[in-house]
C-alpha cells in the first residue's frame, strides 16, 4: 500500500489590495448639431463634453487620485490586473492612510451634495439654454450613489482545505503549484520594486546632471520615503538572498540622499556632477539585479 503523504502547507508572505474608487463621470455625447468648440473651454471634454465645469468635482479627484498614488507608494505591482500586494508589515500603515482617505473622500462628496444646486445653477448659466438639459443631470439622491471609495484585503491564493479530507497526495500537489506560482510573483514583484527604484534614481540623477537654478526637496523627499519602505516591501519575496540585496542597496541609497547638499547642488557643478556619478553607479547595481532575477517562463502543465 501506497504510503500517504503528509500534509503541506503553504507560506504567502502578501496580502492582496483591490482598490476600488468611483466618481460620477462628469460627461455626456455631444448632441445633435452641438459643437464642442462652441461651449466653455471648462466644459470641453474631447469628442464629449462635460455636464458640470471641471473644477467641480476637483477636489474629490485629488483624493481619488492620492489615494491611489498611497496604494501604488505602499505595495507593489502584483501579477493580476487590478491587484496590488503588499507584506503583512506594511498591511496596517496601508489600511490606516486608506481608511483616513476614504473618510476624506466621503467628506468631499457631502460636501458637492451640498453645493449642488448651486452647480447645476451655474451649469445652466454657463452652457445656455441650448446646451444646457437638466433632464441630463441626476437627483442629488441618485447623485450620492455615483461615488463610491471601497477597498479589498485578500488572501493570497490557497488550496482549498477541503481538499485534504479527499486525497492528501492531490492538496500536496496543489500547494507545490500554488508555491511555485508565488515564486514567480514574487519575483515579478521584486523586478516591479526595482523598477520603481530606477524610476526615482532617474528623476534624482536627472536633477543633479542638468543645470537647474533652484532644486526643490520633494523629489529627493519621495525617494527617501521609498527607500524608507523597502526594508518592508522586499518581504514580498521569501527569497532572503533577494531581499537582503535590495535592502543593502536602499541602505547605501538612503545614507547618500540624506547626505546631499541642495546648495551645493545648485552652485557647485562639480559636486553635482560627481554625486550624479555616484548615483548612476548605484542605478547600475540595481539594474544588475534586477538582471539577476530569473524571468518568468511559460509552462505547458500536464495533466
Known amino acids: 500500500m501506497k504510503n500517504v503523504q503528509e500534509v503541506k502547507s503553504v507560506h504567502q508572505p502578501v496580502a ?3 482598490l476600488s474608487v468611483r466618481l460620477y463621470g462628469n460627461r455626456t455625447r455631444a448632441s445633435e448639431g452641438e459643437v464642442s468648440t462652441t461651449l466653455p473651454e471648462e466644459y470641453q471634454f474631447k469628442l464629449a463634453r462635460r455636464l458640470f465645469a471641471k473644477d467641480v468635482l ?3 479627484e485629488k483624493v481619488r487620485n492620492a489615494a ?7 505595495s507593489v505591482r502584483y501579477p493580476v ?3 496590488t500586494a503588499t507584506t503583512f508589515k506594511m498591511l496596517p500603515e496601508l489600511i490606516e492612510g486608506l481608511d483616513a482617505l476614504q473618510i476624506q473622500f466621503q467628506e468631499r462628496v457631502e460636501d458637492f451634495l451640498c453645493r449642488y444646486e448651486t452647480a447645476l445653477q451655474r451649469a445652466a448659466e454657463d452652457l445656455g439654454p441650448r446646451a444646457f438639459n437638466k433632464k441630463r443631470y441626476p437627483t442629488a439622491d441618485a447623485m450620492r450613489e455615483k461615488f463610491s471609495f471601497e ?3 485578500l488572501e493570497a491564493p490557497a488550496p482549498a482545505e477541503g481538499l485534504k479530507e479527499i486525497s492528501k497526495d492531490l492538496y500536496n500537489k496543489e500547494v507545490t503549484k500554488i508555491q511555485q506560482m508565488m515564486d514567480e510573483a514574487g519575483r515579478d514583484m521584486v523586478q516591479a520594486l526595482c523598477d520603481r527604484f530606477v524610476e526615482f534614481f532617474n528623476r534624482c540623477v536627472d536633477k543633479m546632471t542638468k543645470e537647474k537654478k533652484r532644486f526643490k526637496c520633494t523629489a529627493f523627499e519621495n525617494f527617501e520615503a521609498f527607500l524608507d519602505d523597502i526594508p518592508k516591501l522586499s518581504q514580498v519575496t521569501t527569497d532572503v538572498q533577494l531581499q537582503k540585496q535590495l535592502n543593502g542597496l536602499a541602505a547605501k541609497t538612503k545614507n547618500m540622499v540624506q547626505n546631499l547638499d541642495l546648495d551645493s547642488l545648485r552652485d557647485n557643478e562639480k559636486y ?3 554625486m550624479g556619478k555616484d548615483f548612476k553607479k548605484i ?3 540595481t539594474i544588475e539585479l534586477m538582471e539577476s532575477i530569473p524571468k518568468r517562463s ?3 502543465m500536464n495533466k
Open 58 to 60: 476637483k477636489d474629490i
Open 272 to 274: 553635482r556632477v560627481d
Open 151 to 153: 477597498y479589498k484585503i
Open 283 to 285: 542605478e547600475a547595481a
Open 68 to 74: 491611489r498614488s498611497f496604494t501604488y507608494a505602499k
Open 81 to 83: 490586473r487590478g491587484l
Open 16 to 18: 492582496l489590495i483591490h
Open 298 to 300: 511559460i509552462k505547458i
